[in-house]
């Protein structure tokens, strides 16, 4: 044999053995395949290495698909999606051409088409189509059209379309197109369009067009267009339009066109055309045309071209202010108080009350 033949033998040899060895573990898979329910393991028994549908197995196992499978403890590796098999218990390393499928999946998990836990996933998941579970799902999963599950997600979950949980969500939750989940949302949550809860979302959220929650926002929310809830709002607060809730504003909020609530509002508010509250206004408070506060009391600083507020104590500035008591100072082209009669109703420039 000449000497360049022999570096092609020694080149390819090594290539053309590893596809003969696939094509057999191929072959014996199919061969031992759950439709003849049975397996051979090397050397017998319930651990070492495994070819075919045993039903609990330690070590290293092959199977065309799974089904009816008890526990596997080690590395399994699959061809095809799985049969019947919801009560399933597997430890360790799964691997499959098409998706890991099963009860419950403790450990590393890498399907082609996905990642499928009936109850629980655990540890690290990674599938192309997605990564879900029907309970809960711990520590770091991953799917390029989503990641989710119907009870609760804890760890860091990233779905490229979308992820989101039934339960509760605690860590870094990243949807592509949204991240949510239907009770409270804890940790660092992005979502490319929108993200929110049907709970409390607590911690740091963006989305591009909208954040928000069912019940309380605490911590640092952004969103492209708007950020809000229907409880309370404590924190930073930025909204690219809006910014709001139902309940309190504690701390700095931030919106493009109009900042408010509708109970009380503590801290720096500023809102880009306007900001208001149903109840009392405690703090900064900016906008460039109206802020307003019919309802209850403003203390501190307020501004903007137009400041209509119940009773202001404290300083308002703007070019025309309206108070119905005063006991705090106006600044501004026209200054009324409408509590007053007389001369000191509306004045120009200055109203000043005790």
């Not at 022999?6 to 395949?33: D, N, W, Y």
């Not at 599950?149 to 949204?178: E, S, Y």
């Not at 070019?319 to 082209?333: P, W």
Request: neutral net charge.
């Amino acid at each position: 044999m000449k000497k360049n033949e022999l570096t092609r033998e020694c080149q390819v040899g090594p290539f053309h053995r590893s596809v003969a060895v696939i094509s057999a573990l191929v072959i014996l898979c199919l061969a031992v395949s759950p439709a003849i329910a049975g397996s051979l393991s090397l050397p017998p028994g319930d651990s070492g290495i495994c070819f075919g549908n045993s039903k609990n197995y330690t070590g290293l196992r092959f199977n065309l698909s799974d089904e009816n499978v008890d526990t596997v403890n080690g590395v399994n590796v699959t061809f095809w999606r799985a049969g019947e098999n919801n009560n399933s218990e597997y430890r360790g390393v799964s691997l499959s051409l098409f998706a890991p499928e099963g009860g419950s999946l403790s450990g590393l998990q890498v399907g082609l088409a996905g990642v499928a836990a009936e109850k629980d996933l655990r540890g690290v998941s990674f599938g192309l189509f997605g990564a879900g579970a029907g309970r809960d799902i711990s520590g770091f999963s991953a799917g390029l059209f989503g990641a989710g599950c119907g009870g609760d997600i804890t760890g860091v979950t990233i779905g490229g379309l979308g992820a989101g949980a039934g339960g509760n969500v605690t860590g870094i939750n990243i949807g592509g197109f949204a991240a949510g989940t239907g009770q409270s949302l804890s940790g660092i949550t992005f979502g490319g369009l929108a993200a929110g809860c049907g709970g409390d979302l607590k911690g740091l959220t963006v989305a591009f067009l909208a954040a928000g929650s069912g019940q309380d926002v605490r911590g640092i929310t952004m969103a492209g267009l708007g950020a809000g809830c229907g409880g309370n709002v404590t924190g930073f607060t930025f909204g690219g339009i809006g910014a709001g809730c139902g309940g309190d504003v504690t701390g700095i909020t931030i919106a493009g066109v109009g900042a408010g609530c509708g109970g009380n509002i503590h801290g720096i508010t500023i809102g880009g055309v306007a900001a208001g509250c149903g109840s009392d206004m405690t703090g900064l408070t900016l906008a460039l045309g109206m802020v307003k506060a019919e309802n209850g009391r403003t203390t501190g600083v307020c501004g903007s071209a137009y400041n209509r507020l119940s009773g202001l104590h404290g300083f308002s500035v703007g070019i025309i202010n309206v108070a119905d008591d005063l006991q705090g100072v106006q600044l501004g082209l026209v200054n009324i108080v409408k509590n007053r009669r007389g001369v000191g109703r509306v004045l120009p420039v200055l109203n000043v009350g005790y």
